[in-house]
C-alpha cells in the first residue's frame, strides 16, 4: 500500500503478516481525499490542513497517515488489534512520524474519554455489522468528535447511513462495493 498525495506521497505503508483488516483501496482513498481537498467540504478550507484526525477501527492506519501527508497536525490510530497497532508503530517511525501519530488500542464502540476532540475522524469498521451508528454515538459520548467536525465512513453499498440521531449525511459516494459517506454533527 502507497501513499498518494502530501509529503509522503508514494511511500509505502507495510501491513502485518496475516493481519485480519481490509485496507482502503488507493482509488477509494483517493478519491475520499480529493472530495475532502477539492469538494464543497473545502470552502472554509482545506479541512485537513492542521486537523487533530482519529482513525478508528485503524486496522493499517492507512488513512491516518495519508491526513499527515497532507497537513494534519496530529493523528489517533484507534484499533483492538494489537498486530495492527504494532505495525502501524513500525510505519510511522519509518515515515518519521512517531511525534504526530499516537496509537492507542481501544474498541471505536467502547471507547475511553479523548484528551483531545477530533476535527476530521475516518471510520472503517467491518462491512455489514452496523458499527458505524455505534462508533458514531460512542465516540460522541466520549468527546471525540469536535463540534464541526467532518466524519467520513466506509461502509458496504447495501448499508444505510441515512438516519443516525443527531448527524447529517452531507454527501455519498459509491465506489465498486464500497461506500463513502461524509457526516457531520448537527
Known amino acids: 500500500m502507497r501513499i498518494i498525495g502530501g509529503i509522503h506521497k508514494g511511500r509505502m505503508i507495510a501491513a502485518s503478516q496475516g493481519m485480519n483488516v481490509r485496507p482502503t483501496a488507493d482509488r477509494v482513498r483517493q478519491s475520499m481525499f480529493n472530495v475532502l481537498e477539492h469538494g464543497k467540504f473545502a470552502t472554509k ?61 481501544s474498541d471505536a464502540t467502547n471507547p475511553p474519554q479523548a484528551i483531545a476532540s477530533a476535527d476530521l475522524i475516518f471510520l ?36 444505510d447511513l441515512s438516519i443516525i440521531d443527531g448527524f447529517i449525511i452531507l454527501d455519498r459516494r459509491k465506489y465498486g462495493k464500497t461506500a463513502i459517506t461524509f457526516i457531520q454533527t448537527c
Open 45 to 105: 478550507g482545506n479541512p485537513i490542513r492542521d486537523a487533530i484526525v482519529l482513525d478508528a477501527f485503524s486496522g493499517t492506519g492507512a488513512l491516518a497517515f495519508e491526513a499527515l501527508s497532507r497537513g494534519a497536525a496530529s493523528a489517533t490510530c484507534m484499533d483492538i488489534d494489537q498486530g495492527s497497532l504494532r505495525q502501524i508503530k513500525k510505519n510511522a517511525a519509518s515515515l518519521s512520524e512517531t511525534e504526530r501519530l499516537n496509537v492507542l488500542l
Open 124 to 159: 472503517d469498521p467491518p462491512y455489514g455489522l452496523g458499527q458505524v451508528e455505534l462508533a458514531l454515538n460512542a465516540l460522541s459520548n466520549a468527546n471525540w468528535i469536535s463540534k464541526e467536525a467532518i466524519i467520513v465512513a466506509e461502509t458496504g453499498i447495501k448499508e
